[in-house]
């Protein structure tokens, strides 16, 4: 499985980025499929993602300002992130985890920046 990111950059605060993950190889489905987050001194943590069921989950730091999607048709899932924060500033990745076995596969990420 390979994971390949793209549309990070530098924004202002309060401006708007759209993150996009393409998925290659043997999927179940897009199902699975999410966003994880490294900040400047602290560990990986989950942004959004959508659960083995289609269920979604969004991280409370970005509940109404971030929103996860997907296309089916092209094992893409997509992060559209509005309002954006300083704090935001790190470097963000694809995440698929199998279902059953929950093997997990991460993509290289993406930097994003945010300016005050």
């Known amino acids: 499985v390979q994971l390949v990111e793209s549309g990070g950059g530098l924004v202002q605060a309060g401006g708007s980025l759209r993150l996009s993950c393409a998925a290659s190889?043997?999927?179940?489905?897009?199902?699975?499929m999410g966003w994880y987050r490294q900040v400047p001194g602290m560990q990986r943590e989950v942004v959004a993602r959508f659960s083995s069921g289609g269920h979604i989950y969004y991280a409370d730091f970005v509940k109404g300002r971030f929103t996860i999607s997907r296309d089916n048709t092209k094992n893409a899932v997509y992060l559209q992130m509005n309002s954006l924060k300083p704090e935001d500033t790190g470097v963000y990745y694809c995440?698929?985890?199998?279902?059953?076995?929950?093997?997990?596969?991460w993509g290289k990420g993406t930097l994003v920046t945010v300016s005050s």
């Open positions: 995440n698929y985890q199998r279902p059953i076995t929950t093997q997990m596969y």
């Open positions: 190889g043997s999927i179940e489905s897009v199902n699975g």
